[in-house]
């Protein structure tokens, strides 16, 4: 059974709750919060769901806030992590045919929630395609000769 990691800000938890009883039979979930409406910084969620995720310990990841972009750009600040954030199945899809994306950021304020359990779907069972994407993948990771 995969391992997922969850996590979201205040515009998550009804979301995040459906996800979880919708997909608990087919994934594990390991939930990093919010369970909470009241305003929480996302980045206090996201860290911690992407730090599993890059060490292995998760496979996969599902992040939620409002518009998607913190939780997105929070995650990416990890070597090994790759989040799309989808707005489309086909988005979604394409994220991990393409990019071998590993995490998904989700816009809770923006897309209903029939939509998000179909992206969440269609992400976990989404295979990446390899060949000529690995190459551009393998370019993802910052090279040393542009470290800061």
Not at 24 to 50: I, M, N
Request: net charge negative; hydrophobic share 40%.
């Amino acid at each position: 059974m995969l391992h997922i990691a969850i996590a979201g800000d205040h515009a998550s938890p009804a979301l995040k709750k459906k996800i979880i009883e919708t997909f608990s039979s087919t994934y594990h979930f390991k939930d990093f919060g919010t369970c909470t409406e009241e305003s929480v910084d996302y980045p206090d969620f996201a860290h911690p769901a992407a730090k599993e995720v890059s060490e292995g310990t998760c496979d996969f990841g599902i992040l939620i806030c409002g518009s998607g972009n913190g939780v997105q750009m929070t995650a990416n600040k990890y070597q090994k992590i790759r989040c799309a954030l989808a707005w489309t199945v086909e988005v979604a899809a394409l994220a991990r045919q393409h990019n071998d994306a590993n995490m998904l950021a989700l816009p809770a304020r923006f897309i209903s929630e029939e939509l998000a359990l179909e992206m969440v779907k269609t992400f976990l069972a989404t295979s990446f395609e390899g060949g000529r994407h690995q190459r551009r993948v393998d370019k993802i990771a910052i090279p040393k000769e542009y470290k800061e």
